[in-house]
């Protein structure tokens, strides 16, 4: 088992900034990837950016040039950097730690995939 602890979250008008951050503990070799999804109501929870170890980062087309992500692997912390948020970035953030696996038709997730608790991030004015 991997636990996941977040912080950072909050309200930020539009073109503001936020950061995001997770901690790791547990069973971490047996994942590959940390990152960061979000999901609002009525929605499937989507990816947003995370980081394969020994890779680079893989980023939503929404948010690349806005947001970047940063891993200590050192203290198994993932940070989530959002610059020029929009009110469509408004959603729940879930700290993700799970293990990637690349196939002819893209990324297979898990198992294991673990989740955090959530942290809501609203951007209105």
């Known amino acids: 088992q991997v636990q996941l602890v977040e912080s950072g979250g909050g309200l930020v008008q539009p073109g503001g900034s936020l950061r995001l951050s997770c901690a790791a503990s547990g069973s971490i070799r047996s994942i590959n990837a940390m990152g960061w999804y979000r999901q609002t109501p009525g929605k499937q929870r989507e990816l947003v950016a995370t980081i394969i170890s020994g890779g680079g980062p893989i980023f939503a087309d929404s948010v690349k040039g806005r947001f970047t992500i940063s891993r200590d692997n050192a203290k198994n912390t993932v940070s989530l950097q959002m610059n020029g948020l929009k009110p469509e970035d408004t959603a729940v953030y879930y700290c993700?730690?799970?293990?990637?696996?690349?196939?002819?038709?893209?990324?297979?997730?898990?198992?294991?995939?673990?989740w955090g608790q959530g942290t809501q991030v609203t951007v209105s004015s």
């Open positions: 993700n730690a799970e293990l990637l696996t690349p196939t002819s038709s893209g990324w297979k997730r898990g198992p294991p995939r673990y």
